[in-house]
C-alpha cells in the first residue's frame, strides 16, 4: 500500500516538474520597446565630483548620456546629451 502511495507521489512530482520547464521554456522574452525594436546600449557607471554618474550609449545610433543618480533621493537626472556618431562622422 506505502509502495503506491510513493509512486504516485513521484508521479505527481514529475509531472510538476513537467508543468514548470514547460512554462519557463514557452516563456516569451519581455520587450521594452513597443514594437519589439531592439536597442544595442553600452553602459559604464562612473563617479565625478563626488556623485554617481551612469553613462549609456546607444551602439546604434551613437547618442550618449550622462545621468546623475541621487542615492539619498533615489531619482536619476539626465545632466548631458551628446551625438558622438555625428561628430564621428565630421571626422576625415
Not at 60 to 87: F, H, K, P
Amino acid at each position: 500500500m506505502t509502495r503506491w502511495i510513493i509512486l504516485a507521489g513521484l508521479v505527481v512530482v514529475n509531472g510538476l516538474l513537467g508543468v514548470g520547464v514547460y512554462q519557463r521554456l514557452a516563456e516569451r522574452p519581455a520587450q521594452a520597446q513597443i514594437g519589439g525594436g531592439k536597442v544595442d546600449v553600452v553602459s559604464v557607471a562612473g563617479v565625478s565630483n563626488g556623485q554617481t554618474v551612469v553613462y549609456m550609449m546607444d551602439a546604434t545610433s551613437g547618442r550618449l548620456q550622462a545621468t546623475r543618480v541621487d542615492v539619498s533621493n533615489g531619482r536619476m537626472e539626465i545632466v548631458a546629451r551628446a551625438d558622438v556618431g555625428a561628430d564621428m562622422k565630421q571626422i576625415p
